[in-house]
């Protein structure tokens, strides 16, 4: 490839299934000189290197590397996110684009926006290419191709830094949304972080005896429930309000099917159940 | 192959997936000398017989064929089973095991225990390998490989009958399970009848400006709402009872989920998604 890479230098902080696969795809795609990773784990780092998402990297964030990089992308669980943050402007003084891939955005999105220097250009992101599982070894080049890739913008947010930071998932195979902070915690509880716990109260159902009837309905309606526990209760504490008002609305609908249910309402069923199917229909199997 | 067949000759009453399906395994296994098909549509006669379904067919239930079937199979929706049991039991005089495949068992087996003659031996059936498709095109030889099959047992089955059709489901592939019709419905309740309710208030939730951003986590989760709303009512018309119990029990785990969510209970929150997490790790992917 001739065209010039989007980047000169990415850091990536944290080396996981997003962060892993982000390096694959910049690497694969040529996207950038030079990947370095960040991971408190060596043996991430070496398996990051020999699976090709990065080019070199360090356990802890050093301020040679960080200083020579237009884009750091910190990728580590929601509650770290603003903690890494603040920690990149302490060991740095250059201008740079800085995002995060957090699942949930107000709470970082207003963190950074205020506690960090200006010359720093943070704007959030979430690409919705999640998966169930984890870790550097799930990771892939092709993680991000047809995935919604939000990127949020704030009236602080610098019109450069979004059209950077969306050019970046489109570079990499996604389809980036341009949403508030706001908007994305809302529209994202709804149908993200619902269907994981809605997922995980469905696992907890059924008694013991009935886990050998369970057929392809079922685990594809409990898959996410895989995911990790700790990941998820994060996003939980971090994007409290709209998922309690998400399930209050899946409540609210629960109980009117259980009415007539119980009632044996076969119209309200009947219709009911068949707007669920075309509004399913519409968005592919 | 030289091995004597499961049957003589099977009739297969209604060739929709799960019928059309049971042809296609029976004619490519060889397990019946015979399979004869019956569908009120012309066009699906036609179809399941080019699919290699049935040997021959016929538009209304004839005591010609029905009188030399050994099996006659019920594949028709929960609500016109009775019936369709009363008039084969009119149209006959021979002694033949039936069996059904409704996804819901209280009430057709105690319909069909009373109602027919003593010289039909009665089990009922119910193979857990259901999809989001439906309809003939959608069957397949392979349909019922590795899928639970519950068998109904009660005091007034016969010993044989219930052999015969265990036999028939692990000729075709599945694995038989024998259940009482009770037990059946309540645990069927739990990992097939509400997921498919919790499948369609799901998909109801979100508004529509977030269908866009809807990923592999939310399709997988709701796939099951693709199901025939028609069958569908009738499956919670037919079990109304289990299916609100085993709704009340899901209502409940979400609303410890939200109290939690809202009150940012951090320790029941990953010990319960850790929880959820085991149990679906059991169950594989």
Partial sequence: MTQRPLFHQVSIVGLGLIGGSLGMALRRRRLA???????????TLRRAKARGAIHD?????CPEWLGSSDLVVIATPPLSVPKIAREI????????????VASTKGGIVSALERGLPGRI?????????????????????????GAPCIVTRTRRSSPQAVSRVSALWRAVGGRPVVLTAKEHDRLVSQISHLPHLSAAALT??????AA???AGGFTDSTRVALGDPQMWTEICLTNSREIARSLDRFIDQLQLLRKWV????????????????????????
């Fill in 33 to 43: 000189r030079r990947v370095i990773g960040f991971s408190r784990k060596e043996a």
């Fill in 57 to 61: 990297g360090c356990t802890e964030l």
């Fill in 121 to 145: 250009s943070y704007v959030g992101s979430h690409p919705m290419a999640g998966s169930e599982r984890s870790g550097i070894e799930a990771a892939g080049a092709k993680f991000f191709e």
């Fill in 204 to 209: 907890l159902v059924p008694e013991s005896r």
């Fill in 212 to 214: 050998r009837l369970a």
């Fill in 262 to 285: 119980a009632g044996k309402d076969r119209t309200r069923l009947r219709r009911t159940l068949g707007e669920a199917r075309r509004k399913r229909k519409s968005l592919g199997r």
């Fill in 89 to 100: 402007a302490k060991l740095t003084r250059h201008r740079f684009v800085l995002t995060d």
